[in-house]
């Protein structure tokens, strides 16, 4: 099973830091920090386990202070039976700060931040951590992939059919009633 959680204060953001969060203006982002930020989560997901059979969730604006959703819960069912369960809040409280991933198997669990620098493995032979360092700048290989793309020197490194995956996710997960 895998079990994600992202939970950030409202003012003092663990990922999106900018003076003016336009992130949660759903006309200017096109749906506030779960589309910012899911898409990241989801797709990494998809690529290591493969193509999602169902997936159900809701979705709430519990704080009201802004148009877009705040609170976004959802369940996924991923090739092999494995059960997704993810959980997103924009509204916790300061000292309420999380961003976490673990994959739990029968041999063992690793958790990691999605976007984070560690990662703990732990199995019969006890808890492990690892620590590692981002690239200075770590979407240079992409964006470079990209700009080949649309000047007709590469493939296409992520087509819209394979984006198309964590959007429809997504828009179940939003569901409201």
């Known amino acids: 099973m895998i079990r994600l959680a992202m939970f950030q204060p409202y003012k003092t953001e663990l990922i999106a830091k900018t003076d003016y969060n336009w992130r ?51 369940t996924m069912q991923l090739p092999g039976n494995v059960l997704f369960t993810g959980n997103w809040c924009f509204t916790m409280p300061d000292f309420v700060q999380e961003d976490s991933c ?23 032979n006890g808890l492990q951590s690892f620590d590692f360092v981002h690239p200075e700048n770590i979407q240079q290989p992409m964006i470079q992939k990209v700009v080949d793309y649309f000047l007709n020197k590469g493939d296409n490194p992520c087509s819209a059919n394979e984006a198309l995956k964590s959007m429809c996710v997504m828009e179940a997960f939003l569901q409201k009633k």
């Open 102 to 124: 673990e994959m739990i198997g029968e041999k063992g669990s690793i958790k990691f931040p999605v976007f984070g620098n560690q990662f703990t493995l732990q199995n019969k």
């Open 24 to 74: 949660v203006m759903p006309e200017i982002s096109g749906g506030g920090l779960f589309f910012d930020l899911a898409p990241h989560q989801l797709d990494i997901l998809i690529w290591l386990l493969g193509d999602p059979v169902s997936y159900c969730g809701k979705a709430v604006n519990q704080a009201g202070l802004y148009e877009a959703e705040d609170t976004v819960s959802g």
